[in-house]
């Protein structure tokens, strides 16, 4: 989930705080120890996250864009210096043109501004019309105060109302030093950015992994019954079934499936054998892991895994490739039924061919409609103009190449004239007759005798009332050209 960290670096942030032990220190440089304690917790437990960095005053500054270099972020930070008031309007309008063009509209966000909790009123007069808040994009605010713990702070609290009530104002329990306001920090990164961790089951084989992002409960609402579903700690494998079977199911969401850092192999039996001291390394490249197992087993074979998450909802476990040198184990979770891929039925009536040395290619799955679908046929679609005018182009071209291309000619020609049919469109016969006998007279002097026959032939046909039937066909006229004389 992107996160925007907001920092006022207004006059206010420079007042001065001395802890018990004598040591004086700026809200803002209390603000900057937060922040890396913040990007220390994203390196270790929330690597894929993706950070922006904006500060304001009587203007905003964008400090960093959204990024991964942690480092980076940290290198700036330690650079910024107090300016003048704080005006928190135009930063909030900001924010909201940044996620839209970096993320959109769907992906949720987090904003936490970090603050001492001295913005003036200026939020009570948001213009109603142009207000920054709730922002235009799913996410919460998360406001820290550098003030007292008994700071009313009502400003904020009322920002968080008109960001719709999600997020929520976090103040120190202790007066501000730099242990407590890294101990707020920790807290808010435990309760907001902490990582689904779960275990992958398969049989006797099993792995600690995390899901990035940390899925979140869904909720699926009926006539009559709503329903939450949480996952459960185990991702039990059910089975496996190739790729081109599952298709493009509807999904919930998405997630990274990622070995867990902490997890260790099983404790191996003791060998009694001689080892040179440069063997007692431990590579963490050549440590077994399931995780690794099933990915790579399931890329090689271009199959998935069908997957148990939870009471009745089920998800699916495969290989995705962002670019042809790097690709990763993702889970897509379905919605929650067991029905929910319609083309595979239910889940629980899925197994293995009773002999699957001697299949039945009677009983091959997918089993295959006797019909034919429409959406195979070769169909044509007029919604733009420009449609139709490719369309009769293309019969042109090939009246130019008779009798080379008679064939096509008058494949295309059939194929436009049952759909101009078919959509009651009889006004385009008539026109494309007319364009066919003006392109007739168009012919210049070195063109074949065929072409100009066929194409006063194919005129004729389109104005005959016959050729109203969509079942009929309209034929190549036999010329001594056509019948190789």
């Known amino acids: ?37 913040l990007l220390d917790y994203f390196s270790l437990y929330s690597k894929l996250e993706f950070v922006a960095l904006v500060t304001f005053s009587s203007i905003y500054e964008v400090i960093s864009p959204f990024t991964r270099d942690f480092d980076l972020l940290k290198s700036k930070i330690s650079q910024l210096e107090e300016q003048d008031k704080s005006c928190l309007e135009p930063v909030l309008q900001y924010i909201n043109s940044l996620v839209l063009g970096e ?35 799913p996410g919460k605010l998360l406001v820290v ?39 707020v920090f920790h807290k808010l990164a435990e309760e907001n950015y902490t990582s689904f961790s779960g275990t ?31 996952l459960s700690g185990v991702l039990e494998i059910c089975g496996f079934i190739e790729l081109v079977h599952v298709g493009s199911p509807a999904a919930v969401s998405r997630h990274l499936v990622l070995p867990h850092p902490g997890a260790q192999p099983p404790p191996q039996p003791a060998i ?72 595979l039925g239910n889940f629980n009536y899925l197994g293995v061919p009773e002999d699957p040395e001697h299949p039945n290619p009677e009983e091959a799955f997918p089993v295959r409609p006797a019909e034919k679908r429409s959406y195979s ?19 042109l071209r090939h009246a130019r190449k008779l009798p080379d291309k008679t064939q096509h ?43 100009a026959l066929q194409l006063t032939h194919a005129a004729g046909v389109l104005r005959k009332p016959y050729s109203r039937d969509p079942k009929y066909n309209v034929l190549p006229m036999r010329t001594k050209f056509t019948d190789g004389d």
């Open 103 to 137: 993320w959109g509209s769907a992906t949720p966000c987090q904003v936490i501004l970090i603050t001492d909790g001295s913005v003036n009123d200026e939020v009570i007069t948001f213009s109603q019309s142009n207000s920054p808040l709730p922002f235009s994009f």
């Open 272 to 343: 009694k054998m001689e080892i040179d001291s440069d063997d007692e390394t431990h590579d963490e490249g050549k440590t077994p892991s399931f995780c690794v197992l099933l990915h790579g087993s399931l890329k090689v074979e271009n199959m998935a895994a069908m997957c148990q998450v939870g009471k009745n909802w089920y998800g699916v476990l495969y290989s995705w490739a962002d670019s042809k040198k790097k690709s990763n184990l993702m889970l897509t979770l379905l919605e929650p039924s067991v029905n929910s891929v319609s083309w």
């Open 377 to 395: 046929q070769n169909c044509v679609v007029w919604i733009r103009q420009a449609g139709l005018q490719s369309d009769i182009q293309k019969i």
């Open 145 to 183: 105060a550098l003030a007292p713990p008994d700071s009313p702070l009502t400003t904020l609290h009322y920002l968080i109302e008109l960001a719709g009530g999600e997020g929520s104002v976090i103040i120190p329990e202790n007066p501000l030093t730099v242990t407590s306001i890294q101990n």
């Open 409 to 451: 000619f008058y494949k295309e020609l059939n194929r436009v004239r049952r759909a101009a049919i078919s959509l009651g469109f009889m006004s385009l016969l008539d026109g494309l007759a007319a364009i066919l006998e003006r392109e007739c007279t168009l012919l210049p002097g070195g063109a074949h005798p065929d072409c």
């Open 200 to 230: 992958l089951k398969c049989g006797n084989l099993d792995c600690k992994v995390i899901l990035s992002p940390a899925p979140v409960p869904y909720t699926k609402v009926s006539d009559f019954v709503c329903e939450t579903y949480s």
């Open 1 to 37: 989930m992107p996160t925007v960290v907001v920092l006022d670096v207004s006059l206010s942030m420079a007042r001065p705080i001395t802890s018990p032990d004598g040591e004086t220190m700026t809200r803002l440089q209390l603000a900057v120890q937060g922040i890396n304690n």
